[in-house]
């Protein structure tokens, strides 16, 4: 069996009211010949996410991510994504321990 890597790297910026969330990751792993570890070859991928407190109660997101990635496990079955996904949403606390949260999800495949 090869190596298996990944390397990746990710930010994050938190105000009072405003947070910007990021990361990028790669990989691969060979797999192995009896089929029992699937094999992996992940492009870069990752996502950027902006969170926003409007109000005390009231907050908003919106987030883009993408993949590109195959996973092969032999003759068996194979995935291959690669997908842009935009996400935004909004989110009502009520208190500390109750949150409301709505988001609309939309997929693209590349």
């Given amino acids: 069996m090869g190596k298996v890597w990944f390397v990746g ?42 969170d926003w407190q409007a109000h005390a109660r009231l907050g908003a997101l919106a987030r883009v991510d993408w993949r590109d990635a195959f996973v092969n496990r032999g ?12 996400t935004g949403g909004l989110r009502w606390q009520f208190n500390a321990h109750i949150v409301l949260k709505a988001e609309y999800l939309h997929n693209r495949e590349l």
Avoid: C, H, M
């Fill in 75 to 86: 003759t068996e079955r194979a995935y291959v994504t690669d997908q842009l996904r935009f």
């Fill in 9 to 50: 790297a990710d930010l994050r910026y938190q105000s009072t009211n405003f947070a910007l969330k990021a990361e990028v990751i790669s990989g691969k792993a060979p797999g192995t010949s009896d089929e029992s570890v699937w094999a992996l070859d992940l492009s870069p991928s990752g996502y950027v996410e902006l």
